[in-house]
């Protein structure tokens, strides 16, 4: 008996297979990829006929050289990677170490490829093997030096002309085209206010339904045709005084056909609408269905190949399937005809067949004890989406009415759509996810009616509406997007979807793309200086001249001079070009997202911080932000995307910002945020000064100078001449003030708190007192410190006429001599308040 080596790329896989194959063979894995380009300039050479300088790491030394261990002592070499162009890849990376480890010595090599890990489907292919495919290889090596060459010509470019950018990738960067372009739609966008008018109507037996307005006054009422209030009142008035009666009754019936069975993008796609799943936890767990669970003793593949972008059954899955139709469900359930499917999407390969169970009778009940709760998911999703697909339409019967408002002269006609469901067919097992914002009209039955019969009024309302913006790409909607395109193959959509992640180009937010500020930057840069290369029809159309390398009709060397002639040529046209151009070029492209129109009519450029500054997009070592043209001088900044008002509290926001250091305490000064807003504050702890930043004042604009005059007040003016007290100056709960013996008088605004002398405080002081100024005992709150957590009102801190004192409702507490009334805090006043209580809660 002769004894072969058969070479998989997963331990699991292999660990499946051997239990099929027996003593005879021996099954190894490669652990994916052998070798590939190391990530250095230099690996693709285009000036030497694109050769390639591959490199193995050193596990892969190991594992390669287990493999050829033993080969030598094998009659033959199988190779059984997966059925797909990287699965094609991995066999001729083994055979070409192998040849030159000269481990093969003339034994026989074969080429096997399944599309289902089944013990059948294992002994077929190894009965029928074939050579490597050489076109399929050469596709892979065109694929592989296009990503090289756009990766590392083009990044070096990016990160000499935008520091802080990170790579490039021939079909990430149209990827994140697509969302930054969605993006940019949706900041442009303009609602549209338009009106609905919704009759609720009822017939004779009092059965309601509902009805909406289609035609007023001769004029036929599309979606967006009630465009004001003073339309929609006028249309409301007709309705409201109207007799309403049943013009026509219009039943159809109709039919819907299933779905065609998953290819890799629609299994991704609904996978996410169910259960929430990314696109790499389903191919991770689809992988896992594929190549074997541990049955009952028995380890086997439960789904045919996951990377598939076909959409036809194999022949000879299609009859147990439609057998397990009529088991499951009925007879009526079995169509006439086995279905057929063909692929919509652009370039679709066709090569392999859908994604389906491997035994249609293996039904997911069945094996859910097997498989934990994401694989029970997915391969239930997979079960009901192929046996639905071979399932009888489900027939529907759509009725349409339409009924006459009729009032002094004046006519409306409202319609009422409805349908039920007269024989499930596939939907008996298997229902799409409904996008966001799809409408389901099935399941809304309309009551009987008859022409000529009188309707009841229960309601109409108007209601306004605005439309809305597209929305942003989920994981789903954005690979459906890419396949109807042509960009990526079902074996990439997971990967570049995490990279552009990886790369921090774009976040997921509530299942949503959005685009980072170094997403906007970078897209904006390859569109003004790499137009083409970033074009949805150029990459689609590389895309199947790389499928028509696969199927032997085009070149690989050809398809990459061409490409290469014409983008060698692009990087140098832009090397020369200065990264001020370049800022000045995407000023103009992102100013929409850099300088926001401000609430106040001001120029967006302008910078709030200095008055001749003008606000650029700047580039640094953590990526793109916003800073002045004055800098060094002006060191205002803020990121990209964000308002001046945003970038204010974000600088507060983002922690303590340490402003300098008190010269008689030696005291930290530091910036921070709290429950009531931004302060200032003085050292740590129970005894640390805190000031409010005051109302009108930029938190950014706060520097050490500033916040030492905050820290000081009350500050003291000088003595009154007349009384010789003490007069201060402070800001209270009313706005900055001057005191004197208990009389307040409101100064101009919060400057003059810091600049008011001796003239100017007596001065205001008098004017007070001659218009009648009481002299408030009780002060203005100094400090609020919150809400009672157990009764209702606010604690504050105030400035009697006895010294500072907290208060809640009634009660006031003095506070110890030695205390700082602006560093009370809320727990230190609630103890206070409640020893006062205790003893009888007396009013100060």
């Known amino acids: 008996m002769t004894h072969s080596v058969v070479i998989v790329e997963s331990p699991a896989k292999a660990k499946t297979i051997n239990k099929y194959l027996g003593k005879d063979y021996t099954v190894l894995a490669s652990y994916g990829h052998v070798r590939d380009l190391p990530p250095k300039d230099g690996s693709v050479k285009p000036d030497e006929d694109f050769s390639m300088s591959w490199t193995v790491d050193s596990k892969s030394k190991t594992r390669i050289s287990d493999i050829a261990k033993a080969v030598k002592s094998a009659d033959k070499l199988i190779l059984a990677t997966d059925p797909d162009r990287e699965g094609e890849a991995i066999s001729w990376h083994v055979l070409q170490l192998l040849n030159d480890k000269k481990a093969l010595n003339g034994k026989p090599v074969e080429r096997v490829v399944f599309n289902a890990i089944t013990k059948k489907s294992v002994l077929d292919a190894i009965a029928n093997p074939r050579s490597i495919d050489e076109p399929l290889v050469e596709a892979y090596l065109a694929r592989r030096a296009l990503d090289y060459l756009v990766g590392f010509t083009l990044s070096p470019v990016l990160w000499r002309k935008l520091p802080g950018a990170r790579s490039a990738g021939r079909v990430q960067s149209v990827a994140l085209r697509l969302i930054c372009d969605r993006e940019g739609e949706i900041e442009r966008f303009n609602p549209v206010e338009y009106w609905s008018i919704i009759a609720s109507l009822a017939n004779q037996e009092n ?110 899955a299609i009859n147990p399937i439609r057998s397990q139709i009529a088991k499951s469900y009925s007879d009526r359930h079995v169509p006439e005809k086995p279905r057929m499917y063909s692929s919509k999407a652009k370039n679709a390969q066709e090569a392999h067949e859908a994604i389906r169970p491997t035994e249609i009778s293996r039904l997911p009940e069945d094996v859910s004890k097997f498989l934990d709760d994401d694989q029970k998911k997915l391969y239930g999703l997979i079960w009901r989406r192929t046996i ?99 960009i990526g193959r079902p074996s990439t959509y997971a990967s570049v979807l995490s990279t552009i992640q990886d790369r921090d180009y774009v976040t997921l937010d509530k299942r949503r793309f959005i685009p980072a500020s170094k997403g906007r930057v970078v897209t904006s840069f390859l569109e003004s200086f790499f137009r083409r290369y970033v074009e949805y029809d150029f990459t689609a159309n590389l895309e199947e001249q790389l499928d028509k390398i696969s199927a032997g009709e085009l070149s690989w060397k050809d398809v990459l001079n061409d490409f290469w002639k014409q983008f060698s040529a692009s990087v140098e046209e832009i090397k020369d070009i200065r990264v001020t151009q370049v800022l000045d070029t995407l000023n103009e492209d992102l100013a929409p997202l850099a300088f926001p129109p401000r609430e106040d009519g001001s120029e967006p450029r302008a910078c709030p911080n200095c008055p001749a500054g003008q606000l650029s997009l700047k580039v640094g070592k953590f990526g793109a932000f916003i800073g002045c043209s004055n800098y060094p001088e002006c060191n205002y ?16 926001n983002d922690g303590p910002k340490v402003l300098g250091s008190d010269p008689e305490t030696d005291e930290e000064i530091s910036l921070r945020t709290g429950r009531f807003g931004p302060y200032v504050q003085r050292g740590e702890g129970k005894e640390c000064k805190r000031a409010s930043i005051p109302k009108g004042w930029d938190p950014q604009t706060i520097d050490y100078e500033k916040a030492m005059q905050l820290i000081a007040l009350p500050r003291d003016v000088g003595e009154h001449p007349e009384t010789g007290k003490m007069m201060t100056a402070g800001i209270g709960r009313y706005g900055p003030f001057v005191l004197h013996d208990g009389l307040y008088a409101n100064l101009d ?87 006062r209580a205790a003893k009888g809660g007396k009013k100060k």
Do not use: C
Request: proline share 4%.
């Open 207 to 316: 059965k309601q339904f509902e009805a909406r307005i289609a035609e007023f006054d001769g004029d036929k009422i599309q979606r967006l045709g009630i465009s004001n209030e003073d339309r929609a009142m006028e249309i409301k008035s007709m309705l409201d005084g109207a007799s309403l009666s049943v013009e026509k009754v219009e039943s159809k019936p109709a039919k819907r056909n299933p779905y065609a069975p998953f290819t890799t993008s629609t299994l991704q796609m609904d996978a996410s609408r169910w259960f929430g799943f990314t696109a790499r936890q389903t191919m991770q767990v689809a992988q896992r269905l594929y190549e074997g669970i541990d049955i009952g003793g028995e380890t086997v593949g439960l789904i045919t190949y996951m990377r598939t972008d076909g959409v036809q059954i194999a022949p000879e």
């Open 388 to 486: 639905a697909s071979q399932m009888a339409s489900a027939e529907i019967e759509r009725t349409a009415v339409d009924i006459l408002a009729e009032n002094s002269g004046k006519q409306a006609r409202l319609r009422a759509n409805g349908s039920v469901i007269r024989f499930d067919g596939f939907l008996a097992a298997y229902e799409a996810a409904k996008s966001q914002g799809e409408d389901d009209e099935d399941g809304k039955r309309l009551p009987a009616m008859s022409e000529g019969e009188a309707v009841k009024r229960e309601n109409i309302e108007a209601k306004q509406h605005f439309t809305e913006p597209p929305p942003r790409y989920s994981e789903a909607s954005l690979i459906r997007k890419m396949e109807e395109l042509g």
């Open 749 to 835: 605004n919060v400057e003059e708190v810091f600049t008011v002398g001796l003239n100017r405080a007596v001065s205001v002081l008098a004017e007070k007192s001659e218009k009648g100024g009481s002299r408030r005992r009780t002060a203005a709150a100094l400090k609020e410190l919150g809400e009672h957590p157990e009764k209702k009102g606010p604690v504050t801190v105030k400035d009697g006429r006895y010294g500072p004192y907290v208060n809640h409702g009634k009660i006031n507490a003095t506070l110890p001599k030695d205390k700082d009334p602006q560093s009370v805090t809320l727990d230190e006043a609630l103890v206070l308040i409640a020893e």
């Open 637 to 652: 900044t803020r990121q990209l995307g964000q308002t001046d008002a945003e970038a204010a509290e974000a600088a507060v």
